[in-house]
Every structure is written in C-alpha cells, then in structure tokens.
C-alpha cells in the first residue's frame, strides 16, 4: 500500500505494508482491544499530514472510550496522542513549512497505529533538545498540567498562595506540581508509598505520603487526616486551589481542603466520576468549582502552540523533569490499559510502535 504526498515537491512515495493498529471493535475490559495487521491505512486528505508513529501515549480517557463509558462509534483505532515523523504532507500542511521527516508530535483519534492521519493544525514540531518520548508525553498530561496550572484556576490563586495537588507520583501531576511552583505557588502534594521517589524530586513544599490501598497500588485517601494536615501546614488558611484528577475519593477532602474563595479544580476520575453535590455545599467557603478539559484550553492553534512552547522551552532548560514510566510494545496493547488502570503508573506510559 503507498501513501502518495499531494505535492509536485513532495512526491515521495511513502510504502505502508500492513498497517498495525490496536482496534477497539466491541467495548470492554482490556481484553476489548485487539491488534491487528490489516486495518485500513489512513489516506491523505487536504490540510492533513500522515504521521508515522513512533510512541502513542496511554490516557486515562482511552480507557473510558475502550470501556463506552464515554461512547465512541465503533470500530476504533485506540489513542489520541502520538509522536513520530512526517511521513506525507498535503499541500495546504506543505504550505506551512512542514516536510517529510519533521519530528512532531500531536493528539487526534487514532494513535494507536503505525500511521495515522493529522490536520496540520493539530501538529506539534518537537524540537531540538527534546525526545520524542518526552514530547509524546507532553501532548495530554503537559499540556494539562500546563492549563491547569496558568488558567483553570481563573487567577483566583496568585503566586505565594497554598495549593493542594493529589496524585503527585502520577503523569498529569508530576508535571503539575513542577508547573506550580515554576508559578510560584507553594504547592502541598499527596501521593501513595510507592510513588514517593519521585514525588520527593518534584520540588512539592510539603508532601503527604499515604498508605496504599491494600493490595492495589494507589493512594488509601483515609490513611492519613490530609485537611487536618493541609490546616496545619497552611496556618488554618487552607488552599486557593485544588487540583484533583483522582474524583471520587478525593472530593471530600479537596472540598474541605480549600481556602476562603478557593477553587476545587476537578479534572478527572481516576478513582471514580464525582457524585452530584449541592452547589450550597459551597456556601462556607463562598467556593468555586470547575470541571475543566483540554480541548477547552486548547481551543485554537495560537493557543496550542503558545501552551506547547512553554513547556517545551521549560523542559530544554532542564526546569521539567519528566519520567516515562514504561513503555509496552504495541502488541502488549491489553497490558498497557491494565497497568494505567491499576494505578502502577510512576509517570508517562507509552507504546512504542516502531
Ligand atoms: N480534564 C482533562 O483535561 C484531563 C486531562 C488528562 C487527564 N485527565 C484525567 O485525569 C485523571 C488522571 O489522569 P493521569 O493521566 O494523570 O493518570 P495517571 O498518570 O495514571 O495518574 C493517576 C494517579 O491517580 C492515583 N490514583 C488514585 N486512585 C486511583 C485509582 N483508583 N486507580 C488508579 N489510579 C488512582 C494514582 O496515584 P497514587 O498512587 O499516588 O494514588 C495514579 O498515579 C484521569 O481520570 C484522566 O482521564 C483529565
């Protein structure tokens, strides 16, 4: 099979012999995706480019559209964010100075693939400096974390302020962590035993470490009185922000966690979806919630871009350290999802595709 760059320039011809893809076609456990040898290349289309993947980055949300928690047409190639090289260019992409070749790295559906088709505009040229493992990290949790650390929490945190981060040892919150305090923020950090090497490197002013769950490997939110811990540590202020990828089991605390006008940034729900609460519960502290996502901090290419420079710029400087975790092979697919799931995961973990 050929993938043919729409370009007079460009008319290299890209050989694509059995496209790998690890494919979703009934919603389930782990188990659910499957890969495959055979599964139909993606064809260029104007605006696009063809992306030969080299790691596609594992996410929380891939597991949610593999289990229909959050529905997705069926069948579908797994992942939204990769790394790799440029392997074709339509002449809209060409037009913005992008050649075969060109590192880059990017999230849209479908990353769980040797190839997989990307509007130029989604793109992220990785460069110098940084490796592509590192810049595939970056496309979910750094960004995120860059969002969540500069935006979400609407200003109403400002340098030398309290904020409380859960789940440290884990990939969005490393990066947010670090990211808060390049902010100036004091940042109080919880993770669970086995994380604590790494949480300790993070730069955190206080760390909370708990116990794990019994025989699973993520944080026992009842094994330590964190908001007794956070009043103490913050001179009974309490924390401007919150920022809580866990859900379910932390919500409570994040809630109580906080400081007057304080804001409990809700991002995801490694743990479980957060209930229903009244918005009355926040009277006592005249709070403030927010269920952010990504894509609303992203909403343009200015704004992806300005955000990805940033981090990208940080980590050339040596002012992020990132830790990829693992990285299975493409055909261990079930077992990346279940590692992710059982919250083993010390930062990125990858697929490696080629
Ligand atoms: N809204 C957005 O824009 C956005 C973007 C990215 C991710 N997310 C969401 O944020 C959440 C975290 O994502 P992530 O990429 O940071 O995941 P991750 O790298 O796997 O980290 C999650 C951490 O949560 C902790 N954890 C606590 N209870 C857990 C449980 N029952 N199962 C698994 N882990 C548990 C673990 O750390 P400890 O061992 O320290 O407990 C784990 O390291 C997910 O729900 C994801 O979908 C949202």
Redesign the pocket.
Known sequence: MVIQSLTNERKRKVSVADLRAAVVREVGDAHALKVENDFPTPQLKPGQVIVKNKYAGI???DT?HRKGLYPRDLPFVGGQEGGGTVAAVSDEAAKEGIKVGDPVAYSVFGSYAQYTAVPASKLLPVPEGVGLDVATSCV??GL?AH?LTSSAHANLIKPGEWCLI????????QWAAQMAKLRGFKVIG???K??ADI?KSLGCDELIV?D??PG????DYESVDIVSRVMEVTDGVGCKAVID???K?TMDISINSLAHRGIFIS??????AVPAFPVLRLIGKSAYVTR???LD?TVDRAELVSRADEVFGWLKEGKLNVSVDRAFPLDQAAEGHIY????K?????LYQID
Do not use: D, M, R, W
Request: aromatic share 12%.
């Open positions: 996410n929380f949300i949610y979910v949790q995120t969002y859960h789940g440290v040892g884990g990939g969005t919150c919880t993770c669970s086995g994380k949480a708990l794990e769950v699973a490997s993520y944080e990828g866990i859900g089991s991002f995801g729900n490694a743990s479980g952010p996502k990504l901090y992710l799931e059982a919250g995961s010390k930062g990125k973990v």
